[in-house]
């Protein structure tokens, strides 16, 4: 493989793999640390060993991170990374976007953890819903990755900078769709304008979202008792698959002689005289790089750094959004979509997301308002405001929790068009089932402005100990975008939490 | 009654305890709330306080979950001795949240 291919490989598995456990700041501690006071000659073998140890926080982190530093040798799998990434994601999606053809919800909600959307774990992931796949770049986590100064804003930090909460709330996705790589013409104009009218999306780019999202006020005063309370809430199962991974793979360390031989001599080093400033900085390095060429030889390394990556990202994910149920009651989010649809022209929506939660969290409310706008008319004389839409959905979840538990939606959503529906005709296409061309731009269908009605009701069946969710919706509309008839639609789904498998 | 871990002479483990004898682990941080979300030992998986387990033969990892409600906070696992005391079996400085996962090793004796 040519260097600059494999320098690409571990480019792109250092960007998608490796986010969730960036910069493993604790191990090694600093020189200056105080497990490090006075010297480290003054401390015992077993304290040293406890600072060293690979069971310390951290350790497993700055191992595999070593590990993929290395991988120009070829014993890591850098495909494996991208996978276990990817996995991780994937586990935790929570459904298509908003009145999209795969959507289980109404209300477009903020990808902020406050409302248990926060769903996109890894710095770029992908995931595919039929022809159509999204890359989600999740903004905070690439920026901690490059981050080469300063400090990253957690969800817990206080202090952040003003370019730190922005990073911290900010993703974007791109969504392409795959199964087509031109836009129908000729004779086919017929049914590609009746899939442009029924809002099938347009070959190769769909659209393009970036969100901002924005913590209200935070709660400083955190007591024990609700701290308490809010990490009980993270699922089992997450917890259950990191404690296991964990287990596992020191178990593969610690089972090494050649490990407990490294470990003593790393300690018996740090004892030495001149293991003080920088020269305590080399001892503490070289023990860790001695600990990575153990790694390097044990056999199931790949499998298991794996596997902790994805119990740990699944984790992360779960104890942010638990978090901030406590520390933030209410976010609000902003979001621009660029929509790309078959034989319409492009438009931009502007959107706004609240959303508020209980102290208990059974109670969830997400509102938001947004204006949509006719990137170009075509040379159309419609007005380049589209439409206006505003939607509010109530989500209550009961605290019982018997084997299968139900969250019950309910939502609305209103839009008004302001201007008449505009379709694009290739200048190639002819009227469909005749010879007759047809003009080529923008035409109006007409009589498209007025209001638009859909009502939604959905319960979520969660059946315990399986990770598969069922939702069960139906959704009525008085009509759609561009044809002015109603329908009553019934939708139900199963997810499962891929995440869980692959972590046990 | 003394705690029922103590530190290992031998660098095979970190602590040591009679086999049989129950202990206690809970994490306590003097600035602010921290709670363990989940440990793990010897076969036995907790996600809910209190975390007892008992000292098993040979040598287990003891892993823990443990969260803090700030960052930069001296953090410490410990073992709720017997005595109305605690040792202290790992500590270490929260400066991110995404290393909240942490061993000792016990060996029974």
Known sequence: MKTNTRFALILTSLLVALPAMLIAQDYPPRVDSPQFTPTPAARSDHDLGLIMDVGAPGALQEIAKKLVERAFTPSLSTRQFVQAAESANQGIQNGGTALSSSATSLVAKGMSSILGIAEEAGAISSSSSG???????????????VRTSGKPCYLISDG?????????????????????????????LGPAALAGITGVQNPIFSSFTFQESFHGRRKHKVTQSDFQQAISTIEEGKIKALLDADITLLNDFHNSADYNSRLASCIRSLKQPDAIGEGLNLRLNACVDSFVDVAQGMSKINEQLTNFIQANTAYDVARDAA?????????????????????????????????????????????????????????????????????????????????????????????????????????????????????SGASQLLNTTGPIHIGQGKITLSIKGTNIKIPLAVTGASRTDLIKASRVNGNFGISYDFSSLFSK | MACVLSDSPTLDADYQGAIGSKFTVTAVCA??????????????????????????????????????AALNTLIQIVEMCPSGGVKVLRQFDMTDPNHSVSAVRIKGV
């Open chain 1, 323 to 439: 978090l901030a149920t406590l520390f933030y009651k209410s976010n609000f989010t902003f979001e621009y979509d660029l929509t790309n649809n078959l034989n319409q022209p492009m438009q931009s929506t502007f959107k706004g997301v609240y959303g508020y939660r209980s102290n208990s969290g059974a109670l969830q409310t997400t509102a938001n308002g947004s204006a949509t706008i006719y990137n170009s008319l075509e040379g159309s004389s419609v007005s380049r405001a589209r439409s206006a839409q505003g939607a509010l959905q109530v989500d209550f979840k009961p605290g019982t929790k018997p084997s299968i538990q139900a969250a019950y939606s309910l939502g609305y959503y209103f839009q008004y068009m302001t201007a008449d529906g505009l379709i694009k005709l290739p200048s190639t296409d002819f009227a469909p089932g005749t010879t007759i061309p047809l003009p």
């Open chain 2, 31 to 68: 600035t602010g709330p921290v709670a363990i979300s989940g440990a793990a030992y010897a076969g036995t998986t907790l996600v809910k306080a209190p975390f007892t387990f008992t000292v098993a033969a040979g040598v287990s990892s003891l892993a823990t979950i443990v969260e803090g």
């Open chain 1, 160 to 188: 952040c900078s003003f370019g730190g909460l922005l990073i911290r709330g900010a993703s974007a996705s791109v969504s392409l769709n795959t199964s087509k790589s031109s836009t129908p013409s000729g004779t086919s």
């Open chain 1, 131 to 145: 022809s159509a796949t999204t890359l989600t770049a999740n903004i905070p986590q690439f920026v901690d990755f």
